[in-house]
Nanobody, 122 residues
Framework: QVQLVESGGGSVQVGGSRRLSCVASGITFSERAMGWYRRAPGQEREFVAVITAEGRAYLADSVTGRFTISKDNAKNAVYLEMNSLKPEDTATYYC????????????????WGQGTQVTVSS
């Protein structure tokens, strides 16, 4: 069964940090790119970061220099380290495995999980 479980969200103050985790099951994790995406209230889900099977990372311009994506193939896990958080980072964060294009919203391998909510307040 294909499943994604995100965790690590919560409330954080402006300038703070948070580390999100996503564990995948039912896919050949080590052969897949894995990405993080977010949906802010009233907005479309958007690309945040992706890491290829070879370990190359790409980030959205809005988070470059603040967020880092990494993965652990042995744990079927992908992580998002978020620093210098801003109110505009408030969103529900999701992970998934993109098919084809890496840095935009397209097709994905897995059904979307529940996501994990991050709220940044001053």
């Amino acid at each position: 069964q294909v499943q994604l479980v995100e965790s690590g969200g919560g409330s954080v103050q402006v300038g703070g940090s948070r580390r999100l985790s996503c564990v995948a099951s039912g896919i050949t994790f080590s052969e897949r790119a894995m990405g993080w995406y977010r949906r802010a209230p009233g907005q479309e889900r958007e690309f945040v970061a992706v890491i290829t099977a070879e370990g190359r990372a790409y980030l959205a311009d809005s988070v470059t220099g603040r967020f880092t994506i990494s993965k652990d193939n042995a744990k079927n896990a992908v992580y998002l380290e978020m620093n210098s958080l801003k109110p505009e980072d408030t969103a529900t964060y999701y992970c998934n495995a993109p098919i084809g294009a890496l840095k935009r919203m397209g097709r994905f391998v897995c059904p979307w999980g529940q996501g994990t909510q991050v709220t940044v307040s001053s």
